[in-house]
């Protein structure tokens, strides 16, 4: 297992690049099918590895992947295939957007306000780092999706690969960002099922409107399926590929 927060700052150092945060590591661009349509960056580099991740390959070859581009870049790309397709919302997603933090809202800074901006993130770094959701709260085209690993600490480590005490930080990011009243809601990998009543009442303790969590699909492609079976969590119901 490993610390979360740590492994943040030795991926920072590979995905970006130079002391103003200005660069940092993409490997696509996109138009997608999500939320209606949705405008995609496919960042680089992420804090966890969980057990079904789709995008495994890139996470674990951060050093490899991608290519180098300025905030300035990043909102053109995605300010441009969201006009293309006619999509009032962008996105970065594919792995951890918030590692990077002067990176990232720089590019917040960027984004038209006619544009609804989804932050899709595991929330890691906003639980530990309670400037970020103040910081955060300067955008009010933005909503953040904190896509939870685990209903507790135990079955968070079993599927992320992370000490348990970074559950409690996925938790206190949207404590942050309610405090912040930056727009929020947590969504829940499916195969995550061990103590879901527990789960709704510590996210109710928190807002009552977090209560009502977004269940992820889990789509069972041959490598997910494969880490899934090694792991001992073949016997699952999951979407297949």
Not at 5 to 34: M, Q
Not at 159 to 173: H, I, P, R, V, W
Not at 186 to 198: H, N, V
């Amino acid at each position: 297992m490993f610390d979360a927060v740590e492994l943040s700052k030795a991926t920072e150092k590979i995905v970006c690049k130079n002391s103003s945060g200005n660069l940092r590591k993409y490997y696509r661009f996109r138009p997608a099918a999500f939320y209606g349509g949705i405008a995609t960056a496919d960042c680089v580099g992420c804090n966890l590895r969980c057990i079904f991740c789709w995008a495994w390959n890139v996470v674990n070859n951060s050093a490899k992947i991608g290519n180098f581009y300025s905030p300035e870049e990043v909102a053109e790309k995605l300010v441009g295939i969201a006009k293309k397709k006619g999509f009032s919302q962008i996105r970065i997603s594919g792995n951890e957007p918030t590692i990077g933090k002067k990176h990232l809202l720089k590019i917040l800074g960027l984004i038209p306000p006619s544009f609804h901006f989804i932050l899709e993130t595991n929330g890691i770094l906003i639980g530990h780092d309670a400037d970020y959701a103040k910081q955060l709260s300067k955008f009010d085209n933005l909503h953040v999706r904190v896509s939870l690993k685990g209903t507790n600490e135990e079955e968070f480590s079993k599927l992320s690969g992370a000490y348990g005490a970074s559950f409690n930080l996925q938790l206190n990011s949207l404590r942050n960002l309610v405090n912040e009243d930056v727009s929020c809601h947590a969504a829940l990998i499916e195969i995550a099922k061990a103590d879901l009543r527990g789960l709704k009442a510590k996210l109710k303790s928190i807002d009552a409107k977090l209560e009502n969590i977004e269940i992820e699909p889990l789509i069972a492609y041959p490598a997910v399926k494969a880490r899934l079976a090694k792991g001992g969590l073949s016997n699952i119901n999951i979407f297949e590929k």
